[in-house]
């Protein structure tokens, strides 16, 4: 079971750097979602000058899936709840351009995405988001119950004599 997708709109911000290795850095800033994404699918450039770039890549679907309700738990409830972005380099009009390819609200997914190699960053989270996100996770997610583990004994004991006694038998 999934919920309705929503869509999303991701701002990226290339800032400089007064850094003799690198130039700038891309990262995501914002996330634009639902009723507050005002534009049609597409890339819109907001701001470009020297300092500060925004590209705003609207288009981006984001649903919440019920096999994910564990990734959807361990986000909210972590110490600043996120949304997850992972994005590449791509080149937009002769521009180079960072775009972001998906965007989760599971700390499980994002973890799949990064060991695989993609570049993940995260936004905060809003209140009505976190909200939403613990609901479906409280409805869809059930931890596993903890087993009582027994714990080894090397005191020695009938056990260990037993396993001995079937090594050598085994010589």
């Known amino acids: ?22 130039s700038h850095q891309w990262r995501p800033l914002e996330v634009v979602a639902g009723d507050l994404l005002q534009r049609p699918p597409g890339v819109y450039c907001l701001r470009e000058d020297d300092a500060d ?8 679907e984001v649903a ?16 600043q709840p996120c949304w997850f972005i992972m994005w590449r380099m791509d080149e937009i009009d002769g521009v180079e351009v960072a775009v972001p390819k998906s965007v989760t609200l599971s700390y499980n997914e994002a973890a799949r995405l ?4 993609e570049q993940v960053d995260t936004v905060p989270l809003s209140e009505e988001m ?14 596993e119950p903890k087993r009582k583990r ?7 004991g009938a056990v260990v004599q037993q396993m001995a006694d079937q090594e050598k038998g085994e010589a």
């Not at 079971?1 to 690198?22: F, K």
């Not at 770039?53 to 981006?60: D, E, F, Q, T, V």
């Not at 909200?131 to 059930?142: D, I, K, T």
């Open 150 to 156: 027994r714990k080894p004994s090397f005191e020695g």
């Open 53 to 60: 770039s925004r590209w705003l890549h609207a288009g981006l």
């Open 114 to 117: 990064m060991d695989g190699g």
């Open 1 to 22: 079971m999934h919920t309705e997708a929503m869509p999303v709109g991701v701002v990226m911000q290339r800032r400089r750097l007064d850094n003799r290795w690198q």
């Open 130 to 143: 976190v909200a939403l996100v613990a609901g479906f996770a409280a409805e869809h997610y059930r931890p």
């Open 64 to 79: 919440l899936y019920s096999d994910e309700g564990e990734g959807y738990h361990l986000n909210v409830n972590a110490p």
